[in-house]
């Protein structure tokens, strides 16, 4: 991780020395996330995300950010007439390095945006129903850190900016039940400079 926010670093400063149009903000959003997984039945949960990003560029741009969110999924499954449920809830930092592209004025336009985002686990919490039993060791076994993508497309309105994204998982967080993340963002920011 110390390589990847080096590179970023250099890569935006290489920019801004060229003179480029350069655009920090702030940004938080509401996220509807699961945990998809092989051998049970998953529903979503509703978290958070809030952090900082930079756009290095105009037509075509680099955006980097960094927020801390939450995001999760539930789990249920039915076996000889008893039902068994789960809910986990991770909060994770995010580092996603996104490619855009704007159609329109500089006040004014709608942007499609997409590329890595690395994310790593803070804290999560667990609850299981009490017959659960044994599967419960399989379910605390997340990964710390994984990879993913995120695309999606946004408006940016003056200082405004919203943005709807899809990021899957591109690495599992969960390798005994195969369990990937995936999540929707609604975001809203603003741009300070």
């Not at 995010?94 to 004014?108: C, I, Q, W």
């Not at 946004?154 to 599992?172: H, N, S, V």
Request: glycine share 12%; aromatic share 10%.
């Amino acid at each position: 991780m110390k390589k990847l926010i080096l590179c970023i670093t250099l890569l935006t400063a290489g920019i801004i020395s060229a003179k480029a149009q350069v655009t920090v903000g702030a940004k938080a959003g509401i996220t509807f996330s699961k945990i998809n997984t092989d051998q049970l039945k998953e529903s979503s949960v509703t978290g958070y995300q809030i952090g900082a990003f930079a756009r290095v560029g105009d037509n075509w741009f680099l955006q980097p950010e960094l927020y801390l969110g939450s995001s999760g999924g539930k789990f249920n499954t039915s076996n000889n007439g008893t039902d068994y449920s789960a809910k986990v809830r991770f909060t994770t930092l995010n580092l996603p390095v996104l490619v855009g592209k704007t159609f329109g004025s500089e006040d004014l336009n709608l942007h499609v945006v997409g590329g890595p985002v690395y994310s790593y686990i803070l804290d999560d919490s667990k609850s299981f129903s009490s017959n659960i039993g044994g599967a419960v060791s399989d379910f605390n076994d997340y990964k710390k850190s994984t990879l993913g993508y995120q695309v999606g497309a946004g408006l940016d309105i003056g200082k405004i900016t919203a943005d709807l994204r899809y990021e899957g998982g591109l690495t599992k967080v969960n390798e005994r039940f195969g369990q990937r993340q995936n999540l929707w963002v609604v975001s809203v920011g603003f741009k300070f400079l």
